[in-house]
């Protein structure tokens, strides 16, 4: 059964709808610090390690490789396939009735499958600029709707050239926003090696591209939530560009004192000219005015498209977890943006 959820609007009326684990040379775990200063030192010829008492500032590029690996829109195939049943969802939350602020475009996923007219998949497993494993598939198996939630689903599976299959679901030439506030209700997997996202680039960024205004990270990329299942605490608000971008990015660790897999939460950013807010559960945690890239270029004043993903295994979340058992899920419970209403 598909759950309808009624959102309340405006006067009432209804609305349908870092620090992470690395295997050392024994073969023994080493600290997240380490692991993580390992990598950034070593592409500027350094093994110097860091503090292990500071979580990782930043991650590292998560969009490199998509300019060696062109993306695929072909639609889902059918399949008679009995699939994963969707958890019970969350009770809705009413949409933003706050002065100031519209709705412009929401996907609450109270559909039969994944509405077209908003999403498109990136295809392939080529490790995605961060040696992931998993293969992107627009197969249901990896992405659907269900109980009136997306799924994107990871499997441990022997798929074309890669031993792991999921989704990576976007926005790009369907929906794009220049400033607003952007808002998921998300809830992520945990466990050693998965690597769900909320985020965004800039529409000008086009695979394979030669040029730098249509390339990582000369377009502009924007974390709203990154996650590693290793630390169940952790949440981290990035923003990558010309000059601070992979290891260097600009960004934040927001620890809570309970694991945030166990439940859903609502992801945030609130993005202007003056700069980006990064939001968890309503509670503000990272603020960044356009004056923090310093002297380096500010390219967070486009139109950018968002992105839903899970990714398994690579540089950022480290290895998978021997003892992880496949199938694991992230669930959307829905993607909504605002702007500021006309005269705000």
């Known amino acids: 059964m598909v759950r309808r959820k009624t959102l309340l609007g405006a006067g009432g009326q209804g609305l349908m709808s870092k620090r ?39 991650a590292p590029d998560t969009a490199a490789a998509t300019t060696t690996a062109a993306a695929t829109t072909a639609a889902p195939t059918t399949t008679t396939e009995a699939f994963t049943p969707a958890i019970e969802a969350p009770p809705p939350i ?30 392939g497993g080529w490790g995605w600029g961060n040696g992931e494993a998993q293969y992107y598939t627009s197969r249901p198996r990896n992405a659907r709707v269900s109980n009136g939630l997306l799924m994107i689903e990871a499997h441990q599976e022997k798929y ?5 299959t999921s989704a990576r679901m976007l926005t790009q030439g369907l929906r794009e926003f220049s400033y607003g506030r952007m ?21 000008d960024f086009i695979h394979r591209a030669e040029d730098e ?13 990154e996650y590693v299942g290793r630390e169940p605490d952790l949440i981290l608000g990035t923003v990558h560009g010309p ?8 960004s934040k660790w927001f620890r809570q004192d309970y694991p945030i897999a166990d439940e859903f939460h609502t992801y945030a950013i609130e993005w202007d000219y003056d700069g980006i807010r990064w939001f968890y559960d309503d509670q503000m945690y990272y ?26 295994g690579g540089l950022f979340p480290g290895p998978i977890a021997l003892d992880l058992e496949f199938p694991v899920q992230m669930y959307v419970d829905y993607v909504r943006v605002y702007q500021q209403a006309s005269g705000a």
């Open 243 to 250: 000059g601070y971008a992979g290891a260097l990015g600009l």
């Open 94 to 123: 009413p949409i933003r009735d706050e002065p100031g602020w519209e709705l412009v475009w929401h996907d609450e996923f109270d559909g039969d499958e994944i509405d077209l007219s908003n999403w498109t998949y990136d295809i």
């Open 160 to 164: 074309e050239n890669s031993y792991y």
């Open 287 to 312: 603020d960044l005015p356009r004056t923090g890239v310093g002297n380096r270029e500010w390219v967070f004043d486009g139109d950018f498209f968002l992105i839903l993903n899970l990714a398994v």
């Open 213 to 225: 205004a249509h390339r990582w990270p000369f377009v502009g990329e924007i974390d709203i939530m």
């Open 20 to 58: 992470r684990n690395c295997l050392g040379s024994a073969g023994r775990w080493v600290s997240a610090a380490l692991c993580v200063a390992f990598v950034a030192s070593a592409c500027a010829g350094s093994t110097t390690a860091e503090s292990e008492a500071t979580p990782p500032t930043a």
């Open 183 to 203: 808002e998921a209700r998300i809830k992520v997997p945990a466990g050693a090696g998965l690597w769900p996202a909320f985020w965004m680039l800039g529409s």
